[in-house]
């Protein structure tokens, strides 16, 4: 019997170019599962209209004024359950998931994050790279974890900070390596290969001693 097709909803806050790669990756058969819903908290995303263009389910749920997280996690859990997904995948949403919603969807829940992880979890990467003089910046795919941007690490696309960078630069130079891992990730998951065993990442069925590389050029190690 064949698997059942995997239901991806995937949560945004702006522009959704990570989301736009992941519809991409779909309609040309690249990522086996099905985009089933694209939540925004953000009314104005760009990414609603982008899934809509798709033919995709856009749903824009704002945080009411002083909104307690727990209450708008509990209604984002409740508008994401009649969908029934089988993985959520975060691309750029902006909101920090609290550890009810995260533990609720253990192991169903992908962060896309511009930095090599755990190098500089949290906002500002490309800025804080500058300052810091780092030579190698990046982007990571980890598992959601309760703690922000701190879960096992799938992959990552790895390039290197040139004297002339800028964060504008660095900004677009990443966005181009998460086009590509993103869509690689999710699609490991949908083809039953990707899967989180207590805190160990295992990709056909072995664990992953580090996370997958790729690097700029596109070489995997
Ligand atoms: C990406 O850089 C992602 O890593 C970060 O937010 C950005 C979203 O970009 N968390 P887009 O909306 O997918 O274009």
């Not at 522009?15 to 599962?33: C, V």
């Not at 390596?177 to 990707?194: D, M, N, Q, T, Y």
Request: aromatic share 4%; net charge neutral.
């Amino acid at each position: 019997m064949s698997r059942p097709v995997t239901r991806v909803a995937v949560l945004i806050s702006g522009e959704g170019t990570n989301l736009q790669a992941l519809i991409d990756a779909a309609s040309a058969n690249r990522l086996g599962a099905r985009i089933v819903a694209v939540v925004s908290n953000r009314s104005g995303a760009r990414g609603l209209e982008r899934a809509r263009a798709a033919g995709i389910e856009a749903l824009h749920l704002p945080a009411g004024h002083g909104q307690a997280r727990a209450d708008y996690d509990a209604a984002l859990a409740e508008l994401l359950a009649p969908r029934e997904p089988d993985l959520i995948v975060l691309a750029g949403f902006m909101r920090i998931c609290g550890s009810v919603l995260v533990e609720r969807f253990a192991g169903r829940m992908l962060n896309i994050h511009p930095s090599l992880l755990p190098r500089h979890p949290g906002l500002d990467t490309h800025r804080r790279v500058l300052e810091a003089g780092d030579r190698w910046h990046g982007a990571t795919v980890h598992f959601v974890t309760a703690q922000l941007d701190a879960g096992p690490s799938i992959i990552r696309y790895r390039l290197p900070v040139r004297p002339a960078d800028t964060v504008e630069s660095l900004a677009q130079r990443v966005h181009v390596g998460e086009h590509i891992i993103l869509p690689r990730a999710v699609s490991w998951f949908a083809a039953g290969r990707l899967r989180l065993e207590g805190s160990s990442v295992m990709l056909d069925g072995k664990a992953l001693p580090a996370p997958v590389s790729i690097d700029e050029e596109g070489v995997l190690e």
